[in-house]
């Protein structure tokens, strides 16, 4: 087509020797136009023309175009940030306010939250459990040889009790959880999105927060507090044991968790577990939910939401620790 246009093209410009209209006159037009074959010039085939030079002169602007806002969004980093700062802080809250609205209203399936308690809680159970157990006696193995030398037999079981219950065993109970549940879960669901079966149901007029992200909070939220009970008995137990494998009396381990620990402190701890829960939950459901790439991008999905569920969980346990104890930090 190029080389048809190219043997029609005639200029008529008297710059490029135009031939003289009548009476002499050169023709002033600048653009080209396109003879036809009686000799006349034709106004449509020169429009045609003229959108083709344009399309042609769009197509290779439009790389450098693309390079260039390429170059102006990197060129501000710290601005990309805060942007997907703020996106994720308001994304994460927009779900939880969702699923809180099903469950408010009774649409949550209870056979899918059942099935969700069962993978999410009971299946992490041995994790959080050797976890803890392990924990307690390296922690203990460490604190009762120092007490021990200050004769402090009084205070080791009180003050490992006490430990674990507001802070050790929330804490570890938490991470072993969004280690195993949160990855899974936004394994699974960024599975269903680039598979598009998310898409096949939004087609089906089903809700996905509804259908996945709601059995899965209420899931999290109820279970996280059994396993942090578990964390505590099970940091509890490794403690005793190897404080009385290093000559600290059962008796006197026992009098002394009795006398500093509370009820109290053990429900300061389930407390932090119930916001733990909720954290991972909405994290790992959000990440889930925007994964794109393919499988690549359900690993970096499954990376991101272990890591931001790890690192909120240690970041909410320093303002719950204050929160909780009624105390609170000034900064001189």
């Not at 459990?129 to 030398?149: E, M, P």
């Amino acid at each position: 087509m190029r080389s048809i246009i190219a043997g029609r093209l005639r200029p008529v410009n008297a710059r490029h020797g135009a031939r003289p209209g009548p009476g002499g006159a050169r023709a002033t037009r600048s653009f080209f136009a396109i003879r036809t074959p009686l000799g006349f010039t034709s106004p449509a085939a020169s429009a045609r023309f003229g959108r083709l030079q344009c399309l042609r002169s769009f197509v290779y602007t439009k790389p450098v175009m693309a390079t260039t806002a390429t170059a102006s969004r990197r060129a501000a980093p710290s601005d990309g940030l805060t942007v997907r700062a703020l996106a994720f802080v308001g994304e994460t809250w927009l779900l939880a306010l969702r699923s809180l609205g099903y469950l408010f209203r009774g649409r949550l399936s209870l056979r899918d939250t059942l099935a969700q308690m069962a993978a999410i809680g009971v299946d992490s159970l041995p994790i959080v459990v050797i976890t803890a157990l392990s924990t307690g006696a390296v922690f203990a193995f460490y604190t009762v040889g120092v007490f021990l030398r200050f004769g402090a037999v009084q205070f080791i079981g009180g003050t490992l009790t006490l430990s674990f219950l507001l802070e050790l065993g929330p804490v570890l109970a938490g991470v072993a959880v969004a280690s195993r549940s949160g990855a899974a879960i936004a394994a699974e669901i960024g599975s269903m999105v680039v598979t598009e079966q998310v898409d096949a149901l939004r087609a089906m007029a089903v809700p996905p927060v509804r259908y996945l992200v709601g059995p899965r909070l209420v899931a999290c939220v109820v279970m996280m507090p059994v396993c942090g009970l578990f964390s505590d008995a099970a940091g509890v137990l490794g403690s005793f044991l190897m404080a009385a494998a290093q000559g600290v009396p059962q008796q006197a381990f026992l009098d002394s968790a009795r006398n500093f620990a509370t009820e109290a402190d053990l429900f300061k701890g389930l407390a932090k577990t119930a916001w733990f829960g909720f954290t991972i939950a909405v994290v790992a459901c959000q990440q889930g939910l925007k994964t794109r790439g393919g499988a690549v991008g359900v690993g970096r999905s499954t990376t991101a939401s272990v890591v931001m569920c790890v690192v909120l969980i240690f970041v909410a346990d320093f303002f719950l620790a204050q929160v909780l104890s009624g105390a609170s930090v000034s900064f001189r």
